[in-house]
């Protein structure tokens, strides 16, 4: 009874084991400006060093898109096609709030510590990103719901509709005032201590954390026991039924998760551009993810980071070499990919590692009753 | 009258548009039996075990558990009640490791299933019982391996695990040796009575391998076309000539 798969404790010793290759990406991120910055000699908040960081920014998040997709598809085997959805109420709330809310609230009212410090950036900044989260829950709780009677192909249709309402929602003339419709919000006042464009190296570093972060939480969130019916849900959802859990409530929780994380990660891409325009809602961003997610691997969790690196790299040297008709050879990559990994990227290596390993295991069985 | 029984059915009917595959039937199950449920194909029995275990709703009738209506009461809080059940077809997790596909359904009454912070490492009970299940049901050492992979007298003995992990009061067995090698029967059969008997649960147990439902059961309800036909311990049911006559004979004819 001593040797289990499920290790009883989590001791930090354990974690270094388990996510060697994740912190050393994690290392190597941080690593980056500074190296580059020393190599090129334009210092971390210049030039060529500044632009990567620009380009890794949209790599992070877009990662955290990818791994909240991945939680939908890959662990609750639910096929939804209006991820976009979540990130644009994520987006889009914070752009409405930093322009028509946050200005007039701050010009009005100050908060002040009892010390004397002026806390109303702060307490105006953590407002705003609680209710892009909410905003994009409440998007969450609503696709969750219409998954009580409908599933599979029936059920994707249906998000798909949901999310183009909103794309239609964020491009409609009636609300030209608050959303500029098709123009979108531009230029949007974000607090100026992360502005992108004067403080690009706190920006990377707050959307590496960011990403550190709700990689971690993810990760536990699929090793926990919720985490785990989940998956159960995914394999089997009327075996977990009879063994007493109600797998709409297991769906809906996963949703809300999903949606917190894509949420959060519209926030940021929002204040990364200081704007918020409709693509932010369109079936892109959808697909995106979902060819994120497939490129890397479903059900792996890393696989949505590795996936989120290969687009965001193909997209910056793709468009250089082919140029606008770039998705064209992408499109080329990615049936190549999904010929050659099925399983994705990650998924396809860990099986193949864990072949191996059998391999060997089986050879040794052998070798040891030849001896006999 | 109620006292000793654990489940009452009555006057359940399901109709599928004009075919009516359960017509009003009315069966009670005396606690801490092995209640048999017999009859050839198409009688309606498994459409009787829906009905029993809430995977489907009656068209009309009430199911009662320890004098609760539980008519209506979806699968997973009958599971809470106490009432587990098994499938014909072999259902459980397969690309989940065979400890995990019983560790689950042990963590599934316990009441940290919200917990979505911690590592299930932590709760170490669920696997101290799955392991221990698995051991009852004779699939120690193959803990770590995928349930896919596992052949299928081993996965039927997962099923039972699975069921046996929820602590059920009540069983609900479809068919549990369905697909089975005459000569992998008697060891699960052997299993059923030891996981039965030891702690006196009740179980309704769908079959159609007569020698076994002879051996086993306590009490047999017979059913054909839909309808109860007899009711008795195996020594009337056998010597009922009606049922000899609708089923007993056919069949075993057929099988010898």
Redesign the interface.
């Known amino acids: 009874m001593s040797e289990h798969k499920i290790q009883r404790r989590m001791t930090i010793r354990n974690l270094l084991q388990r996510e060697k290759a994740f912190l050393i990406f994690i290392l190597l991120m941080v690593a980056f400006p500074f190296v580059l910055g020393t190599i090129t000699g334009t210092g971390i908040n210049h030039g060529v060093t500044k632009f990567w960081q620009g380009q890794l920014i949209v790599f992070f998040v877009m990662a955290v898109v990818a791994m909240s997709y991945d939680l939908l598809i890959g662990y609750c085997g639910i096929l939804s096609f209006g991820h976009a959805a979540f990130f644009g109420a994520g987006a889009y709330t914070t752009a409405l709030l930093f322009t028509h809310w946050a200005p007039s609230f701050s010009t009005k009212y100050r908060i002040f510590i009892p010390g004397g410090g002026d806390i109303t950036g702060i307490l105006i900044f953590a407002f705003v990103i609680l209710m892009a989260v909410l905003a994009s829950v409440l998007v969450g709780l609503l696709f969750s719901a219409t998954s009580v009677r409908l599933k599979g192909a029936y059920f994707a249709m249906l998000t798909l509709a949901l999310a183009e309402a909103l794309h239609i929602l964020a491009k409609a003339s009636d609300f030209i005032k608050w959303t500029g419709a098709d123009e979108g919000l531009h230029g949007v006042p974000v607090p100026a201590w992360i502005n992108p464009t004067q403080f690009r190296p706190r920006f990377y570093f707050i959307a590496l954390v960011f990403l550190f972060v709700s990689y971690l939480f993810i990760r536990r969130f699929t090793n926990s026991p919720a985490g785990k019916v989940i998956i159960g849900t995914r394999e089997n959802e009327e075996r977990v039924r009879m063994i007493g859990y109600n797998p709409v409530t297991y769906r809906t929780l996963t949703f809300v998760v999903s949606a917190i994380f894509a949420g959060l990660a519209g926030a940021m891409f929002s204040m990364w551009n200081m704007s918020a325009t409709h693509s932010m809602t369109s079936t892109v961003i959808t697909v995106n993810a979902l060819i994120m997610v497939i490129l890397g691997g479903m059900g792996t969790l890393v696989g949505g980071i590795v996936g989120a690196g290969l687009l965001q790299a193909f997209s910056h040297f793709f468009y250089d070499w082919f140029g606008p008709r770039w998705p064209l050879m992408f499109g080329l990559i990615f049936i190549i990919s999904v010929l050659f990994f099925p399983y994705g990227i990650v998924g396809t290596w860990r099986l193949k590692r864990l072949q191996i390993k059998e391999g060997w295991a089986r050879l040794i069985a052998l070798l040891a009753v030849k001896k006999e | 009258m109620t006292k000793n029984i654990i489940l009452r059915a009555e006057n359940l009917r399901k109709a599928f548009g004009g075919l009516i595959a359960v017509d009003d039937v009315s069966i009670e199950v005396q606690q801490k039996t092995m209640h048999a449920i017999i009859g050839p194909n198409g009688a309606g029995k498994t459409t009787l075990f829906n009905l029993l275990?809430g995977?489907m709703p009656p068209t009309k009738g009430k199911v009662y558990y320890k004098d609760n209506e539980i008519t209506s009461l979806?699968?997973?809080?009958r599971?809470?009640l106490g009432i587990?059940?098994s499938?014909q077809i072999t259902?459980?997790?397969?690309?989940?490791?065979v400890?995990?596909n019983v560790?689950?359904?042990a963590?599934?009454?316990g009441g940290?299933?919200?917990?979505?912070?911690?590592?299930?490492?932590?709760?170490?009970d669920y696997?101290?019982k799955a392991?221990a299940v698995l051991a009852q049901v004779g699939l120690a050492g193959q803990?770590?391996v995928y349930a896919r992979s596992l052949a299928h007298g081993e996965k039927r003995k997962l099923e039972l695990g699975?069921?046996l992990?929820?602590d059920p009061e009540l069983l609900l067995f479809d068919e549990p040796t369905a697909g089975m090698s005459s000569e992998q029967v008697p060891e699960l059969i052997e299993i059923i009575k030891k996981v039965v008997n030891r702690k006196e649960r009740t179980a309704i147990l769908v079959e159609h391998r007569m020698d076994m439902v002879m051996n086993i059961s306590d009490f047999i309800t017979v059913m054909s076309q839909g309808n109860v036909i007899a009711e008795g311990t195996p020594q009337e049911i056998a010597n009922n000539q009606l049922v000899q006559k609708a089923y007993l004979g056919d069949f075993y004819g057929e099988l010898l």
């Open positions: 275990s995977t979806p699968p997973h809080q599971a809470h587990g059940r499938f259902n459980i997790f397969p690309n989940l490791t400890l995990e560790r689950l359904a963590q599934a009454l940290d299933n919200f917990r979505f912070l911690s590592h299930v490492g932590t709760f170490g696997i101290d392991m803990e770590n699975i069921m992990a929820c």
